[in-house]
C-alpha cells in the first residue's frame, strides 16, 4: 500500500524563524512529489519535484527530493505570520495512475 | 472565472439520509477527483474520473459513489450517510492528470448526526 508521512505534525516558531517540513514516502513506481498550501481553505499549489527536476525554490520558499532517500523537505526561511497554514505532500504513484497519495499534513503557527 | 466549484459548502444530514454534492469546473479539466479531509489523517481519495462518462475507486470508496455525465460536473453521492462520513469534501480536477497541478474547490463540510 502507497504510503505517504509527514512530520513533524505540528510546529510551532517565531516570525523570522526558519522551519523545514519533512515527507517521506513509500510508493510503487514514483512519479513526482507535490506540495501545497492549506490555509482556511482550498489547498493551492507549492512545488512539483520529478526525477528531472529535484530542486525548486521560489521566494523565501524551497523544497529539495531526495530520491535516494525517499523523501523531500520543505524551507521557509524568514517566516512571516502569513506562512501559517497547513502544509500537504503528495505523490503521484502507481501504474498509470492519475491520482495523488497525500500525507497527514503539518500545520505550521507562526506567533508575532 | 470560478475555476472548481462546489455546493452547498455546509450540510447537516441524519443517519440513513441521501445526498449528493455537485463538483463543477470551468477549466476544461479531463481530470476530476473527490476527496474527504478528516484532522490527522490528511486527504483520502473517494473516486475519480479521467474524462466524461468514466469513473474509479480511490482509496475510501465505501459508501460513496459517483457520476461523469457532463465533462463539467463530477456529483459525489451518499445513498444512506452514516456518522463515519462527517468530514470535509474536496473536489479537484486537473488537465492533463496530476503531471500538472490540482485545482481545488472551497470544499463541503458535511456532518451526519
Known amino acids: 500500500e502507497d504510503k505517504v508521512v509527514q512530520s513533524p505534525l505540528s510546529l510551532v516558531v517565531h516570525e523570522g524563524d526558519t522551519v523545514t517540513l519533512n515527507c517521506s514516502y513509500e510508493v510503487t513506481n514514483f512519479r513526482s512529489l507535490l506540495w501545497y498550501k492549506q490555509e482556511k481553505k482550498a489547498p493551492t499549489f507549492l512545488f512539483m519535484l520529478t526525477s528531472s527536476g529535484i530542486e525548486k525554490k521560489s521566494g523565501r520558499l524551497s523544497s529539495i527530493l531526495d530520491k535516494k532517500e525517499l523523501s523531500s523537505i520543505l524551507n521557509i526561511t524568514a517566516t512571516q505570520t502569513g506562512d501559517s497554514a497547513i502544509y500537504l505532500c503528495a505523490v503521484e504513484a502507481g501504474r498509470g495512475a492519475q491520482k495523488l497519495v497525500f500525507g497527514q499534513g503539518t500545520r505550521l503557527t507562526i506567533n508575532p | 472565472n470560478a475555476g472548481v466549484t462546489q455546493t452547498p459548502k455546509f450540510r447537516v444530514l441524519k443517519t440513513g439520509q441521501s445526498m449528493t454534492l455537485l463538483c463543477a469546473q470551468d477549466m476544461n479539466h479531463e481530470y476530476m477527483y473527490w476527496y474527504r479531509q478528516d484532522p490527522g489523517m490528511g486527504l483520502r481519495l473517494i473516486h475519480y474520473s479521467v474524462g466524461e462518462g468514466t469513473t474509479a475507486k480511490g482509496e475510501v470508496p465505501d459508501g460513496y459513489n459517483v457520476s461523469r455525465l457532463k465533462k463539467q460536473n463530477f456529483l459525489l453521492g451518499l445513498e444512506s450517510a452514516a456518522p463515519s462520513q462527517t468530514s470535509v469534501y474536496f473536489c479537484?480536477?486537473?488537465?492533463?492528470?496530476?503531471?500538472?497541478?490540482?485545482?481545488f474547490g472551497e470544499g463541503s463540510r458535511l456532518t451526519v448526526l
Open positions: 479537484a480536477s486537473t488537465l492533463d492528470g496530476v503531471t500538472g497541478e490540482l485545482f
